[in-house]
């Protein structure tokens, strides 16, 4: 299977880039300062730790394709800033090096306030911002060649006052109290596309990772199938069924040639 690794590499990391993130809200919400209000109730913004760090193992057909470290910071003006840190491992690394950093800053209702993601792909070298503008109701996005020091693409598209990205979505997830069977449609963009997308809860399960065993809710949020991202794909994450609300396991399901990839919790730090 491993002469498949290396046109495949530049989709992995786009998928785990995106499963971190597509942690959503799964019922009918009201966004305000304090936090999320729910019919079934709800774990405030404020509740969470100050600050955190989550380390995970990225297997890609049986193989450990990688590994992703995720922090989540709250500032002192109450403003959070989420960093994501991921690098391809072993013979996959071999085949095709990938070292990603993703910086994300939200408001303290945890809106998406503005991205950067610097990318280093085999050969490939880019950088791309956005600038979440939410009194204007507007979305700039910028891609850069680091390489050749040229614009890839540059563009505006119209946004919600608030809206979540990708990898702060799970942190917004995180604080929502939800039951198997309810569900919601959120608005979330990556700065190219800016969509409401379903998140549904799904089933209670028992999900065994490096860090332990876990009480987990099942979620399944639909950003692909031409809703944000174009290709096919079912994404799931697991969340512990209790106060701390961890983001377990997370599982994009692709087609047969790409493959399944998922990321199991490794380590959790938090403070």
């Known amino acids: 299977m491993f002469p498949f690794i290396a046109p495949r590499m530049p989709h992995l990391r786009n998928w785990l880039c995106m499963k971190l ?5 799964t019922t009918v919400f009201v966004l305000s300062p304090q936090g999320v209000v729910l019919p079934g109730g709800s774990v ?64 303290p209702s945890l809106c998406a306030e503005s991205v950067q993601q610097i990318s280093h792909e085999g050969s490939r070298q880019r950088e791309s911002k956005i600038a979440f503008d939410a009194a204007a109701h507007r979305a700039a996005y910028l891609e850069r060649d680091r390489l050749k020091d040229s614009v890839l693409l540059q ?30 449609m959120v608005p979330v963009s990556d700065g190219k596309r800016s969509v409401m997308a379903r998140v549904e809860a799904q089933s209670r399960e028992d999900i065994k990772t490096p860090e332990g065993t876990f009480h987990t809710i099942c979620y399944e949020a639909y950003l692909f199938n031409n809703v944000l991202y174009r290709r096919n794909a079912h994404l799931q994450i697991w969340v512990s069924d209790d106060r701390r609300r961890l983001p377990v396991q997370i599982r994009v399901r692709m087609q047969f040639t790409i493959g399944t990839i998922t990321l199991q919790l490794r380590k959790h730090e938090g403070s």
């Open 21 to 25: 993130a597509l942690l959503l809200p």
């Open 155 to 184: 563009q505006e598209i119209e946004i919600p006052a608030c809206v979540h990205d990708v990898v702060g979505g799970v942190l917004l997830l995180r604080t929502l109290n939800l039951e198997p069977g309810q569900s919601a």
């Open 44 to 107: 405030s913004i404020g509740d969470l730790p100050a600050r955190e760090t989550f380390y995970y193992n990225v297997e890609w057909r049986l193989v450990t394709a990688g590994r992703a470290k995720v922090e989540w910071i709250r500032q002192p003006s109450a403003d959070w800033q989420v960093n994501l840190r991921l690098e391809s491992v072993g013979l996959v690394s071999t085949l095709f090096k990938v070292e990603d950093d993703y910086f994300a800053y939200l408001s």
